[in-house]
């Protein structure tokens, strides 16, 4: 599949390199996005980069009402010898392909996904940072379009790769972090949708995340959902730790991470 360019007649202000040391998280974007189409009859079809911008979809799109959606996150650097690299594309196009089988939405060629990234990736090479610490980070997205109410998969959705020059996902970078072991919510539980990468996992973080960081903590440790005492995970979409069949006693662990 052809993908059609269209650039961007005003470009943004790129961060300087003192601007660099602040970037933060997903606060700026650049200048052009990746954009795909998918119809039942049609399949993917009309790949585009296109500048940066809202996205169009009607007030009865299945994503507003069902929660149709599924998104990727990696990052790209620039090296020490000037060259551009790209941290396991192939890997989170797979792990893409899982989240959309999993919320009955239509998978794409994952080598097509990877093309996809490194052509926006190609416009927007002057967008990456250089200072340490800093990437462009690339968040694949897969939404239901359409117009229709009713409880069943869409037939009709929106892919897109938007791009964000980042630092560190924490304001004050990498350091010991203050971790909350909660004990009422889970994140995760057998026959759920844990394992995809989708919205609605993230939603239902939110309220231990917030009262945890409302005591002073900076994350939270999942401890699973059937018996409330083996770790799940610790941390959200950007930093987080995995403990394989780890049995842990709450109050000994939280004095041990400073909870």
């Given at each position: 599949?052809?993908?059609?360019?269209?650039?961007?007649?005003?470009?943004?202000?790129?961060?300087?390199?003192?601007?660099?040391?602040?970037?933060?998280?997903?606060?700026?974007?650049?200048?052009?996005?990746?954009?795909?189409?998918?119809?039942?009859?049609?399949?993917?079809?009309?790949?585009?980069i296109v500048p940066y911008g809202p996205l169009?979809i009607d007030p009865a799109s299945p994503v507003?009402?069902?929660?149709?959606?599924?998104?990727?996150?990696?990052?790209?650097?620039?090296?020490?010898?000037?060259?551009?690299?790209?941290?396991?594309?192939?890997?989170?196009?797979?792990?893409?392909?899982?989240?959309?089988?999993?919320?009955?939405?239509?998978?794409?060629?994952?080598?097509?996904?990877?093309?996809?990234?490194?052509?926006?990736?190609?416009?927007?090479?002057?967008?990456?940072?250089?200072?340490?610490?800093?990437?462009?980070?690339?968040?694949?997205?897969?939404?239901?379009?359409?117009?229709?109410?009713?409880?069943?998969?869409?037939?009709?959705?929106?892919?897109?790769?938007?791009?964000?020059?980042?630092?560190?996902?924490?304001?004050?970078?990498?350091?010991?972090?203050?971790?909350?072991?909660?004990?009422?919510?889970?994140?995760?539980?057998?026959?759920?949708?844990?394992?995809?990468?989708?919205?609605?996992?993230?939603?239902?973080?939110?309220?231990?995340?917030?009262?945890?960081?409302?005591?002073?903590?900076?994350?939270?440790?999942?401890?699973?959902?059937?018996?409330?005492?083996?770790?799940?995970?610790?941390?959200?979409?950007?930093?987080?730790?995995?403990?394989?069949?780890?049995?842990?006693?709450?109050?000994?662990?939280?004095?041990?991470?400073?909870?």
């Open positions: 599949m052809d993908i059609k360019i269209t650039k961007a007649t005003e470009l943004k202000t790129k961060p300087t390199l003192e601007e660099e040391a602040s970037l933060g998280f997903g606060k700026r974007f650049t200048d052009h996005m990746f954009m795909m189409d998918y119809s039942r009859e049609e399949g993917w079809h009309d790949a585009r169009q507003l009402h069902y929660g149709q959606e599924i998104f990727e996150g990696l990052k790209v650097y620039r090296r020490e010898d000037g060259g551009i690299q790209m941290f396991r594309p192939m890997e989170n196009a797979l792990r893409m392909n899982r989240s959309a089988e999993r919320l009955c939405m239509p998978t794409l060629d994952p080598e097509f996904q990877v093309r996809a990234m490194k052509e926006l990736v190609r416009i927007e090479k002057d967008w990456i940072p250089t200072s340490e610490g800093t990437s462009l980070y690339l968040r694949p997205m897969m939404i239901a379009g359409g117009a229709e109410l009713g409880v069943h998969p869409a037939k009709e959705f929106i892919y897109v790769i938007i791009c964000s020059p980042s630092g560190s996902y924490y304001k004050n970078g990498i350091q010991p972090l203050r971790i909350h072991i909660e004990e009422h919510y889970v994140r995760a539980v057998k026959g759920g949708i844990g394992a995809a990468k989708t919205g609605g996992n993230y939603a239902s973080s939110l309220k231990a995340t917030f009262d945890a960081a409302a005591r002073g903590f900076d994350q939270v440790l999942w401890l699973d959902g059937r018996e409330n005492k083996y770790v799940e995970e610790v941390g959200s979409m950007n930093m987080f730790f995995k403990f394989k069949d780890a049995l842990v006693t709450p109050p000994l662990l939280g004095s041990i991470l400073g909870g």
